[in-house]
Antibody
């Protein structure tokens, strides 16, 4: 079945970096865009970033632009999110989510989500 | 700064019907915003319910339906079950450099 598994979360000091991974299975990874969405403790969902199926298009929320970098390796069926210059307000569960439609039809939204990985930024 | 607004909380009786709405500070929500709806229960990842305003995923129960009402995207829960108690989020597509914005979520209590 379609599955997304995030990893790489942990406790990190402010100003440091971390790389999250999202490993996909059960579908043709190279045909689908993938999103990162986060949820701070007790808060709502916040869209973070999205990368197109071939990695040619990348989009970021203002809150992370210039600090986070989304990338993918289609040969490994894996998505990445490089988090840099981390702040306390980046503390959250980070989810990856697959676009519902393939190729450039990413505006249709998301369907399958992973279970999330927790990032805690604290000194 | 685009803001997507949802009711903070609603309460519904078992077997009843409730409609949640999703509004945009940019004006009326139309089909071009490709509204999505998600359900999230405590300690779980979100689950997709509706895409492109009205379409259900294969796993979406028939009692959930999406529509446009009065310039807002809407999610109607009919014949509400106790297991429908959850947080519900809408997602709108704006395009451009920052394409997607989530609403703040609506907590649905079944009582």
């Amino acid at each position: 079945q379609v599955q997304l598994v995030e990893s790489g979360g942990g406790v990190v000091q402010p100003g440091r970096s971390l790389r999250l991974s999202c490993e996909a299975s059960g579908f043709t990874f190279s045909r689908y865009g993938i999103h990162w969405v986060r949820q701070a403790p007790g808060k709502g969902l916040e869209w973070v970033a999205m990368i197109s199926y071939d990695g040619s298009d990348k989009y970021y929320a203002d809150s992370v632009k210039g600090r986070f970098t989304i990338s993918r390796d289609n040969s490994k069926n894996t998505l990445y999110l490089q988090l840099s210059s981390l702040r306390a307000e980046d503390t959250a569960v980070y989810y990856c989510a697959k676009t519902y439609m393939d190729l450039y039809y990413y505006y249709f939204g998301m369907d399958v989500w992973g279970q999330g990985t927790t990032v805690t930024v604290s000194s | 700064q685009t803001v997507v607004t949802q009711e903070p909380s609603v309460t519904v009786s078992p077997g009843g019907t409730v409609t949640l709405t999703c509004a945009s500070t940019t004006g009326a929500v139309t089909s071009g915003y490709y509204a999505n709806w998600f359900q999230q229960k405590p300690g779980q990842a979100p689950r997709a319910l509706i895409y492109t305003t009205t379409n259900k995923h294969s796993w979406t129960p028939a009692r959930f339906s999406g529509s446009l009402i009065g310039g807002k995207a809407a999610l109607t829960l009919s014949a509400v079950q106790p297991e429908d108690e959850a947080e519900y989020y809408c997602l709108l597509f704006y395009g451009g450099a920052h394409p997607w914005v989530f609403g703040g979520g609506t907590k649905v209590t079944v009582l």
